[in-house]
T-cell receptor, first 113, second 109 residues
Framework: DAGITQSPRYKITETGRQVTLMCHQTWSHSYMFWYRQDLGHGLRLIYY???????DKGEVPDGYVVSRSKTENFPLTLESATRSQTSVYFCASSAGESQETQYFGPGTRLLVL | GQNIDQPTEMTATEGAIVQINCTYQTSGFNGLFWYQQHAGEAPTFLSYNVLDGLEEKGRFSSFLSRSKGYSYLLLKELQMKDSASYLCAVRDGNYQLIWGAGTKLIIKP
């Protein structure tokens, strides 16, 4: 049982390049989330999705684009990467919105040079 | 604004007990979560509180006081593997999770 996976696990790119981070879950969870985690900050929500074709902005959406054509996939695209987007990115999913626990993928470490 | 406060770092001794506090100010409240995160790994769920009181789960317990905007995570019989960061998160009135910056717990032999 794969659960929730992310790819790539590590990525180095250059300023101005487009980068897509993949997230895949096998639980058929309705909700999926993208967070970034930086030293000294809590997890910050970038975008989330309540179902296929439904997405919404989180706390720090600028510079990011998401899509969700299938329930199991939730890719995150950095349209033109900047150094400030160097971070660890976590994808998470949950069955519902209320008290449901969020389950996290292993993370993608992104370095923008 | 919404805010979650927890200590940046704590140190404890193997076999001892440690209490990690979390205070919060949010627009509405729909539950409080504690997650554990080992270095270089993903956060994993530890506990959930929505009503006042203590929830016990093995060596870990979590307490909530909604009137005080306060929670703590209690770890008993500390083991070296408990060295990790502990994240407090509150689900606000819009069901968004607001995360604290985490408490790094260092366990010494």
């Amino acid at each position: 049982d794969a659960g929730i996976t992310q790819s790539p696990r590590y990525k180095i790119t250059e300023t101005g390049r487009q980068v897509t981070l993949m997230c895949h879950q096998t639980w058929s969870h309705s909700y999926m989330f993208w967070y970034r985690q930086d030293l000294g900050h809590g997890l910050r929500l970038i975008y989330y999705s309540a179902a296929a074709d439904i997405t919404d902005k989180g706390e720090v959406p600028d510079g990011y684009v998401v899509s969700r054509s299938k329930t199991e996939n939730f890719p995150l695209t950095l349209e033109s990467a900047t150094r400030s987007q160097t971070s660890v990115y976590f994808c998470a999913s949950s069955a519902g919105e209320s008290q449901e626990t969020q389950y996290f993928g292993p993370g993608t470490r992104l370095l923008v040079l | 604004g919404q805010n979650i406060d927890q200590p940046t770092e704590m140190t404890a001794t193997e076999g001892a007990i440690v209490q990690i506090n979390c205070t919060y100010q949010t627009s509405g409240f729909n539950g409080l979560f504690w997650y554990q995160q080992h270095a270089g790994e993903a956060p994993t769920f530890l506990s959930y509180n929505v009503l006042d009181g203590l929830e016990e789960k093995g060596r870990f317990s979590s307490f909530l006081s909604r009137s005080k905007g306060y929670s703590y995570l209690l770890l008993k019989e500390l083991q070296m593997k408990d060295s990790a960061s502990y994240l407090c998160a509150v689900r606000d009135g819009n069901y968004q999770l607001i995360w604290g910056a985490g408490t790094k717990l260092i366990i010494k032999p």
